[in-house]
């Protein structure tokens, strides 16, 4: 759920590759006689030797650049399936981001990913200003889950990203369609997995074998958006092993995935044009954004049509299909930030008036990053165990923007998918005395503020941010940052000063290419 979860089986993974420096010095010096030459051998790599695991030296590579992110990494082993621990075994991708501190405190902060679907260790750089204060104390665990990135990953490479499974996008959804590309991941991912055993729950037994085999540290555990629920499970868990608990984007334990989707996005897209309204320039430019969406997606409804349009990266002649499901997509991607938010109803307009390529320009280029660090045959493994038999149908959303397609995608691709099970509490809301943090963005389309509303009541150690004019994962947001290092600092949430939110407030919307008004 940290971009908006696909319904297509994703592609193209690229996972992080790490590499272990190896570091040489020479041995011996010549002395003042004649002697052998000196023999230069290759030093044993630099070990760091945490609990029982022994790390060494890695880079993390930050997608699409030459960036990368400095490690300490070592694969570790754990069974596939639990109650079989003598059959096959994976291994996990463990990096441990060293603190500069000389003697660093003994808590660790653990940080999950959204998705369902995202690497940790692929995700860090999205969040690594909100990490920078942290390192000067703590360490930073990277534990990419079961089935994504580095930890056996779980991608079909024949299923190309972009509209979900099964919709064509000339004639609309297709139950069968879904089933049969379903299918066809599943057989090719069964050849070395079993997909049954990578679920939240086989994850948060993951994360309690490496914080074991790390010595047993106290984690101050930071979950995003889909990583929130994996948070509140490994609470509810293993409550010895949490320090404080820190969810951005909350997902309460009681949701089942995407039955909000639809309504979440309607009333987000309602809030960010009513700024629209109340304000003269923008809405004299535009009048009424919301309407002419609708009008957008109605007459995209009665006639799809290829559109053409310049990649925004290489300026090379793109064509697709606008249909109402693309629009759909598109749409919900821009609501999820507040730069993309700000130019939604310049970019609907410019589509409405026949030029698509604001929308889709910036739509490829938030696909592209989605596609980089997402796998989709686990997010199916989650879903389908944890969700799909709660999910019901919903005429009432058909008229939405989003609509109903989500749900009955999910429904039809989870009827073949095999499942996994579930813990009878698995739903029931947290209840846990951990000092708690949770942070919400005000015009989050996904998880929007109720949703930390209601598990804050299960916290009584724990408040609830609500940061003003923001979307969807908030924590490096601001002076939010400064608020974490504090509150882990200290692991004391009511006692916290964060005036310094005050500051934050929505984009202006843009008005024209060259901005809001002057």
């Not at 089933?179 to 948060?204: H, I, M, N, W």
Request: net charge neutral; with cysteine.
């Amino acid at each position: 759920m940290k971009r908006p979860p696909r319904i297509a089986i994703v592609v193209a993974i690229v996972a992080a590759v790490l590499s272990g420096r190896q570091w040489t010095k020479a041995h011996g010096e010549p002395s003042a006689s004649p002697s052998p030459p000196a023999v230069t051998r290759p030093a044993p790599p630099r070990v760091w030797r945490v609990g029982s695991v022994e790390l060494k030296p890695c880079e993390l590579p930050q997608a699409h650049s030459g960036l990368s992110t400095a490690a300490w990494c070592a694969p570790f082993d754990v069974p596939e399936d639990r109650a079989n621990p003598k059959g096959r075994h994976i291994a996990l991708q463990l990096a441990l981001v060293r603190s500069s501190a000389q003697v660093p405190a003994s808590d660790i902060v653990a940080f999950i990913a959204g998705g369902p679907g995202q690497s940790a260790a692929e995700s860090y750089p999205a969040i690594a200003a909100a990490m920078a204060p942290l390192l000067q104390h703590r360490n930073v665990l990277l534990l990419d889950q079961r089935g994504t990135g580095g930890s056996h990953p779980l991608s079909c490479r024949d299923a190309g990203p972009g509209a979900p499974a099964g919709a064509d996008e000339a004639h609309g959804f297709d139950a069968e369609a879904v089933r049969k590309e379903t299918r066809t991941c599943l057989g090719q991912l069964s050849k070395d997995a079993d997909v049954r055993f990578y679920t939240t729950t086989d994850a948060v037994a993951d994360l309690e074998d490496v914080r074991r085999a790390l010595g047993s540290p106290k984690l101050d555990l930071l979950g995003v958006s889909y990583g929130t629920r994996v948070a509140q499970q490994y609470a509810m868990r293993h409550p010895d092993g949490l320090r404080t608990l820190i969810l951005d984007g909350v997902a309460p334990n009681g949701l089942v995935l995407g039955e909000d989707f639809a309504v979440n996005l309607d009333a987000a897209l309602k809030a960010q044009f009513a700024r629209c309204h109340a304000d003269e320039a923008c809405r004299k430019r535009f009048n009424d954004p919301y309407q002419t969406l609708y009008q957008l997606r109605d007459a995209l409804r009665a006639n799809p049509h290829k559109v053409t349009f310049r990649d925004p990266q290489d300026y090379s002649s793109v064509q697709r299909v606008l249909s109402e499901f693309s629009l759909a997509t598109v749409v919900r991607m821009f609501a999820y930030s507040p730069e993309t938010a700000a130019l939604l109803p310049l970019s609907i307009d410019a589509a409405a008036h026949g030029d698509v390529g604001p929308l889709l320009g910036q739509a490829k280029l938030l696909t592209g990053d989605l596609g980089d660090t997402m796998d989709g045959g686990m997010q199916y493994s989650v879903i389908c165990t944890e969700d799909a038999d709660l999910l019901q149908p919903r005429p009432q959303d058909k008229d939405t923007i989003l609509g109903d397609t989500l749900i009955e995608a999910f429904r039809a691709a989870c009827s073949v998918w095999p499942h996994g099970e579930r813990p009878a509490n698995f739903h029931a809301p947290l209840k846990s005395d951990v000092p708690a943090l949770l942070m919400s963005g005000e015009f989050d389309p996904v998880t929007p503020p109720r949703y930390g509303d209601d598990v804050v009541k299960g916290l009584p150690n724990g408040r609830h941010l609500v940061l003003k004019g923001q979307g969807h994962n908030v924590v490096a947001r601001g002076c939010m940052p400064r608020v974490l290092e504090r509150f882990i600092d200290k692991a004391d949430a009511k006692g916290l000063d964060v005036s310094c939110l005050d500051r934050l407030r929505p984009l202006p919307v843009f008005v024209g290419f060259n901005g809001a008004t002057p």
